[in-house]
Nanobody, 116 residues
Framework: QVQLVESGGGLVQAGGSLRLSCEVSGSTFSINVMGWYRQAPGKQRELVADITNGGTTNYADSVKGRFTISRDNAKNTMYLQMNSLKPEDTAVYSC??????????WGQGTQVTVSS
């Protein structure tokens, strides 16, 4: 099992930036992919971006060119740099870790609110 703790959420005006962090502990050796997800009120949770151990990244079309996912393996931390934020980016953002399709754990989530 792994434990994940997010930080960095908050309130920002449209066009602004935020950086989310996800610190991982526990059986980190088993992780092969980590991802950021978000859930807006009344909507299903959706994948925002993920990154493999090898550094391969994948983004939702809605965030391409605005968000950047990265990992610092030495610090066991994953980041999501969010630029040019829009009101529709408002959601609870959560990180997870997986090993070959098996989810190992979720963070508690952090609120991101973008005002127009």
């Amino acid at each position: 099992q792994v434990q994940l703790v997010e930080s960095g959420g908050g309130l920002v005006q449209a066009g602004g930036s935020l950086r989310l962090s996800c610190e991982v502990s526990g059986s980190t050796f088993s992780i092969n992919v980590m991802g950021w997800y978000r859930q807006a009120p009344g909507k299903q949770r959706e994948l925002v971006a993920d990154i493999t151990n090898g550094g391969t990244t994948n983004y939702a079309d809605s965030v391409k060119g605005r968000f950047t996912i990265s990992r610092d393996n030495a610090k066991n931390t994953m980041y999501l740099q969010m630029n040019s934020l829009k009101p529709e980016d408002t959601a609870v953002y959560s990180c997870n870790a997986a090993a070959f399709g098996l989810v190992l754990g979720w963070g508690q989530g952090t609120q991101v609110t973008v005002s127009s």
